[in-house]
């Protein structure tokens, strides 16, 4: 179908819906910035401390509740299985630098 021969009601939706996943997306952004700022906080606490930077049981902990949570919100358990899955390994990838620099200055 040609864009120009849909009805104007279907083009203005369109318009809202993208409208709406495109403050939905900046939200998103502002909200993994502040998850990101207090996992950086977390990671330097574990390496002035010397304690590993991964913690497998709890992030296995915390995939569960979320999995969980995403069924109470009718969200698929892949999306958030791979959302989080991907925000962990990103967290851990930092925190194992950040103990890298600890050990670092500590020489």
Not at 55 to 80: G, H, M
């Amino acid at each position: 179908m040609n864009p120009q021969s849909l009805p104007k009601i279907f083009t203005d939706s369109l318009q809202m819906y993208r409208r709406e996943l495109d403050d939905l997306d900046a939200q998103l952004i502002a909200l993994l910035a502040v998850r990101f700022a207090i996992t950086r906080n977390i990671g330097a606490l574990k390496a002035s401390h010397g304690v590993a930077a991964a913690d497998p049981a709890r992030e296995r902990e915390q995939l569960d509740r979320l999995v969980s949570l995403s069924a109470d919100s009718d969200l698929p358990s892949e999306v958030t299985r791979a959302v989080f899955e991907t925000l962990f390994r990103f967290v851990r990838a930092n925190h194992l630098a950040q103990a890298s620099s600890a050990t670092a200055v500590e020489r």
